[in-house]
């Protein structure tokens, strides 16, 4: 059974204080890994999608990586509007669903 | 822009009422999801419509019915809640045939059962 497990459950930095969400996964081939942030009441929005271990994306201050047994989020320099949950998922290559990590909610502090 | 939109927001319901929420999109894309997420809980998929296919999830309660009418249009009715489907309720789209396969999320409805 597909897994995925996101640490820590709750994160807080200072603004300007780099650091990496993990989300470790099980699943039985890998089609993607996809990462969401979502914000209080909203539904998540799209960040990134990662197919292949060594493979990494970027937007601002955000950073995606996966291996083969896991993906990293690196948060360089957060601000407080970076303060949200982030979700991981992943998408095997037998169905159409995402199953989802329980989330790291993460809040920047000025 | 093309977006996915969610209606109502916000519905309140009486235990036993039956209600319904509604999804449309402006992706034309091919697959429409339902996922329930309850307060500090992942998402988690109820059914999904592939084109026309209808797709429930083994564990989703009968009391939980979908419908799509057509491409833009998915609907998601609850029979009769109990409090125990206070939740927000998400709609998302796909389109497959492409190296992406990225789902988009629309913002949500969230259900309160009185």
């Known amino acids: 059974e597909d897994q995925v497990t996101q640490s820590p459950e709750a994160l807080r930095l200072q603004e300007g204080e780099s650091s990496s969400l993990n989300c470790s996964y099980t699943?039985?081939?890998?089609?993607?890994l996809f990462w969401y942030r979502q914000d209080p009441g909203k539904g998540p929005e799209f960040l990134f999608t990662l197919y292949s271990a060594g493979e990494e994306k970027e937007k601002e201050r955000l950073k995606a990586t996966l291996t083969k047994k896991e993906s990293f989020l690196h948060i360089t320099a957060p601000k407080p509007e970076d303060s949200a949950t982030y979700l991981c998922?992943?998408?095997?290559?037998?169905?159409?669903?995402?199953?989802f990590g329980k989330g790291t909610s993460l809040l920047v502090t000025p | 822009d093309a977006m996915v939109i969610q209606n109502p927001r916000y519905q309140v319901t009486q235990f036993g009422k039956p209600v319904t929420l509604s999804c449309s999109q402006t992706?034309?894309?091919?697959?429409m999801y339902w996922y329930q997420q309850k307060s500090s809980q992942a998402p988690k998929l109820l059914f999904h419509y592939y084109d026309k296919d209808f797709n429930n999830e083994a564990d989703t309660p009968d009391n939980f019915q979908s419908r799509r009418p057509n491409t833009s249009f998915c609907f998601l009715d609850i029979r009769s809640p109990g409090l125990g489907d206070a939740a927000m309720y998400l709609c998302?789209?796909?389109?497959?045939?492409?190296?992406?396969?990225?789902?988009?999320f629309g913002p949500g409805t969230r259900l309160t059962v009185l």
């Open positions: 998302a789209t796909r389109q497959t045939g492409f190296t992406y396969n990225e789902q988009f």
């Open positions: 699943v039985s081939g890998l089609r993607g």
């Open positions: 998922a992943v998408q095997a290559n037998s169905g159409y669903a995402l199953n």
């Open positions: 992706l034309n894309h091919n697959v």
